[in-house]
C-alpha cells in the first residue's frame, strides 16, 4: 500500500501546521494508522497514533500541542500541529497497519506500509 503525505513546509516558531496521509486500501476503517518523525542525526521516533475506535496515543513531548484524526470517508489520517517549537523540524512519515482492529502501537515494527515522509522546518 503507497501512503502518500502531504502538508509539510517552512514555519515559524508557534506557528501551526496540519499533515495530511492518504491510503488507498478499502479496508481502511479497520486499520490503525500511525505518525513518525525523524531529526537529522537521530533515529526515527514515535509521534502519534489512532486506531479503528478513534483511540489515540501520542509521545510525551507532543501531548497537548499534536492532534491525531482520521476521515474514514476518504480514507485519511491528519496530524494537527499547534505550537511548533525548533524541535519539532524533522522528516515526519505516516504508517499503515495491517493488523485488523490492531491499536494504536507507538512501536514502528508493528506498521507494515510507510510514506516518503514529508520535510517540516520549524524556523527561530
Known amino acids: 500500500v503507497q501512503l502518500v503525505e502531504s502538508g509539510g513546509g517552512l514555519v515559524q516558531l508557534g506557528d501551526s501546521l496540519t499533515l495530511s496521509c492518504a491510503a488507498p486500501?478499502?479496508?481502511?476503517?479497520?486499520?490503525?494508522m500511525g505518525w513518525f518523525r525523524q531529526a537529522p542525526g537521530r533515529d526515527r521516533e514515535f509521534v502519534a497514533a489512532?486506531?479503528?475506535?478513534?483511540?489515540?496515543t501520542y509521545e510525551d513531548a507532543v501531548k497537548g500541542r499534536f492532534t491525531i484524526s482520521r476521515d474514514n470517508l476518504v480514507n485519511t489520517v491528519l496530524l494537527q500541529m499547534d505550537s511548533l517549537q525548533s524541535e519539532d523540524t524533522a522528516v515526519y512519515y505516516c504508517?499503515?497497519?495491517?493488523?485488523?482492529?490492531?491499536?494504536?502501537?507507538?512501536?514502528?515494527?508493528?506498521?507494515?506500509?510507510w510514506g516518503r515522509g514529508t520535510q517540516v522546518t520549524v524556523s527561530s
Open positions: 489512532i486506531d479503528w475506535r478513534y483511540n489515540t
Open positions: 486500501i478499502r479496508t481502511f476503517n479497520s486499520k490503525a
Open positions: 504508517a499503515l497497519r495491517l493488523l485488523k482492529f490492531g491499536g494504536p502501537s507507538s512501536h514502528s515494527e508493528d506498521y507494515d506500509s
